[in-house]
């Protein structure tokens, strides 16, 4: 499966705008859950859209500062992830 | 849609009601007056089974039984077991100390302690819990400072389960505090180590045969083998753990409520005034089908719940539920209970008066009500 970045990344910044931090978008580089845009509980649910609309599981100990601390770097995470379990690999 | 159980799963639910009303059941009035933890019925538990139930066989020695099944067992135990303590305490060992070892800790972690937790041996406890980190609970003070080979860690929890007596706990410490929530770990605190001290029991309302206190960490040393997960996972264990505490902790108590109702439908069928069994007149018959709704809307919640989470689905709302409205239930149902046996049930004697005490702590462990119905609404999509 080949998903672009910047498609997954839109997708994460519509969710969070939506469903998190009403209305408000976050740029792509900012820091969810220290700067509270995000709560642990919608951390959880936003991983649990990402499994649901890519039909792929995040194990538990993947959900670190490095792969979750940003939009974007969830992006590339789920991108890293996707492109990997299409061909095998893991994503970490 | 399936609602039977299996022949499995029944002899089972036989095993365990035929093992609590012979061996866990006796003394249970005394215990509670003394706020004495039964640790001999504990043991007995080991031997028998139960708190390896959902653990793998490596570890338990017999085969693990799925979560609903365990469930099942679980629920059993409260309607055979007379201690809503004991109970409670074996299921928080159960849920919230062996499954985060097993599902995030290291081989090493799972060798060394699941199988003395799981024969009775070793009692555990979750630690997360501080004065001023209660609903808030990522707002910890508790810091776990590296050195060599390992990590120092100073703090106070409280409000611990299970504290006074156990030999480990799972301690939830701020490794990286630049880093917010992505710096909060998890380690395995062995309660002799030096540094660790096990505050006395405190006395509290219910749940008297479960003892709860602080433990106290100064400078405590923990090596890094005993780190549960990598640094900065305590917000995915929490979060995890948390999910699993709200949908299981308090299964016993749905035995427990089954129980009671029986004794409130015996007592009202042969209780007699103004010349018939006071079950005959509807302000006692009424309550009496609130109870059965309560326990039946309950029983449907915990298992679709646990269900939803053995099939690897999202069980959050479900969870949050589960948790809100089995403890709220059994609140009611308990005051039914005395209110149908009137001055007998308000007496220590008929043991009545003992579940209304041991649910009240429902609506604030585990997460309090008002929190999950936060957490629901949010689920619901209302913010």
Partial sequence: MRIEKQSIEQLILDFISSELADGTTPAPQDDLLTSGLVDSMGMMWLIQHLEDEFDTAVPPLDVTIENFG????????MSRRLTNSASGVSSQ | MEFGWSTDQKELRAAVIEFAQNELSA?????????????????????????GLHMPEQYSGSPARDLVTS????????YACADNGLTFALNAQMWTVQLPILLFGSEYQKERFLPAMCRGEFIGAHAVTEEHAGSDVYSMHTRAVRCDGGYRLTGRKCYVTCAPIANLALVFAITDPEKGKWG???????????GCERGPVVEK????TAPFGDLILTDCFVPESNRLGP???????????LEYERCCILVSQLGAMERQLEQSIEYAKTREQFGRPIGKFQAVSHRLVDMKLRLETSRLLLYQAAWRKQQGENASLDSALVKLHLSESFVASGLDSIRTMGGLGYTSVAEIERSLRDAIGGVLYAGTNDIQRNNAARAMGIR
């Fill in chain 1, 70 to 77: 940003t939009v974007g770097a969830i992006a590339a995470y």
């Fill in chain 2, 27 to 51: 003394g249970s009035r005394d215990d509670d007056s003394t706020g004495s933890f039964p640790r001999d019925k504990w043991e007995k538990c080991g031997a028998f089974g139960i708190q």
């Fill in chain 2, 71 to 78: 469930l099942y067992a679980m629920d059993a135990l409260g």
């Fill in chain 2, 184 to 194: 909060l770990s998890v380690f395995i605190v062995e309660t002799n180590s030096d």
């Fill in chain 2, 205 to 208: 309302m219910g749940l008297r």
């Fill in chain 2, 231 to 241: 640094e900065g996972a305590g917000l995915t264990v929490s979060s995890n753990a």
